[in-house]
């Protein structure tokens, strides 16, 4: 890269962090908990949003926000459960950034408690850019391999939870959850660590108790 | 992107081409095939090199180039399989590019057959770098989903082998290999699908067959 290139990036870099700081002012304002979602394609982002859909409820609502590169297809699964979605498509971009997400942002019900932001499949790019979220969730499904965390540090250094997804394929795999874990809290100790598999329910209920939490306590911040 | 933005990457990518078009003469001036894997991480690729490394015998040669962002870990188990492997860690960026591995090439053995680079594991950024590869393969591993050809199609439209991986777990998934291979044929039809498990061996011969007779197809082609 040269100065010039190094220039333009940081230029970009400034103005997503300005846009995204304004995004979290917003929400806060509205008391609704941002929560931005990054991993690898088919880690299971979007099976995690649909399980959580079945348990966030007690009065509580959700919308969510869907990055994909091409189709609305995430966010036709996120409608199918009842749930407001919008489909952010980049059309080539390997991230969602914060004024993509200003665009859509007025759209979304002034009533909802809870804004999962769905990023593009990608466990490197997306790291680099704060969307406006008060909570970031990296999934690592048990199919990638236990090395993941050292492989793509920045990914775990910059998120506040890890989801260790598909724990129902643990018997079929050379995947160890321990380690996995062990290595990302080395990376960032003050990752909160949960085990699921959203297909078959284990673990979404702690989470969703979790996000619950989350909400009162961003509230508590704002009263 | 200002117009700015977009002249800086246009003249990065045109460097990129230049130095790939350099080192794609080289290679095939050293009766060398030269097959850039990508993918997402953890779709197998290092476990397809091993499989491969134990299969391309027959007086062939093969040797690594490895690209990670951290660690030397992918190079330290292709050098255990008796295999010549080169790290490149781009400390933070999301895909190799040609220079990466122009810096390398003089240490590549004259006399190898066959030289693979493993891309980063992004199923994004690495699809617009051209190496300098004969062959691109991108590999698609049946946790990911069968509806990922559609919303990640650069890969799937840049590359000539679509390698379906880990074959062994789809009893345990939600997984259609017919559909995936649909969807990835009518971006692109000229892309040639195996289906693989490389822990178990399923259709490995196969593949490793096919790359003899794409190594000879190119010496003929020089001849």
Redesign the interface.
Known sequence: MTK??VL?LKD?LGTNNQIAAEIRRELRARGILCVNLLS???SGKTTVLEALADRLGGGHRMAVIEG????E?DAERIRARGIPAWQITTG?A?HLEAKMVGKVLGEVPADIDFLFIEN??????PAGYDLGESLRCVLL?S???D??P?????AFLTADILLLT?A??LP??PFDPEKAAAEALTINPRLKVFRLSALKGEGMDELAAFFVEALARERARRA
Not at 68 to 71: G, N, P, S, V
Not at 150 to 154: A, C, D, F, L, T
């Open positions: 010039k290139d333009v970009l690898s394609p088919g994909d590169i091409e189709t297809r080539g390997c593009v499949g990608n466990l490197v790019c499904s199919p990638e391999g090395d993941k050292g492989k793509y540090p920045r598909k129902d394929l079929f795999l």
